[in-house]
């Protein structure tokens, strides 16, 4: 059973910075793509950003790419969410997520386990 635990949220104002990291264990997660989501009151949650196992290959929503950048480190089973220029609407919970599967994927359905999420939120 894989476990995920998020970390790095919190308030900022915008403009600012955050890395947020997912650490995780109990699995061979060297092997998974992993991803971030998020979900704001009230809304649908979202796909933010993927990576694949090796890192080679990385996807982003429209509304954070060039602001955000997801990384990964094999070694400590950790996944990053560096997300710069902040905005308001960038207020939410972050979750991380893993997905068994070797392709990258960007619907929260083609992901196996979750974390319970962080809390982001930019003040204007």
């Known amino acids: 059973q894989v476990q995920l635990v998020e970390s790095g949220g919190g308030l900022v104002q915008a403009g600012d910075s955050l890395r947020l990291s997912c650490s995780a264990s109990g699995g061979t997660l060297s092997t998974y793509t992993m991803g971030w989501f998020r979900q704001a009151p009230g809304k649908e949650r979202e796909f933010v950003a993927t990576i694949s196992w090796s890192a080679r290959v990385t996807s982003y929503a429209d509304s954070v790419k060039g602001r955000f950048t997801i990384s990964r480190d094999n070694a400590k089973s950790t996944v990053y969410l560096q997300m710069n220029s902040l905005k308001p609407e960038d207020t939410a919970v972050y979750s991380c997520?893993?997905?068994?599967?070797?392709?990258?994927?960007?619907?929260?359905?083609?992901?196996?386990?979750w974390g319970q999420g962080t809390q982001v939120t930019v003040s204007s």
């Open positions: 997520a893993v997905s068994r599967g070797i392709r990258i994927k960007l619907e929260a359905g083609g992901y196996d386990y």
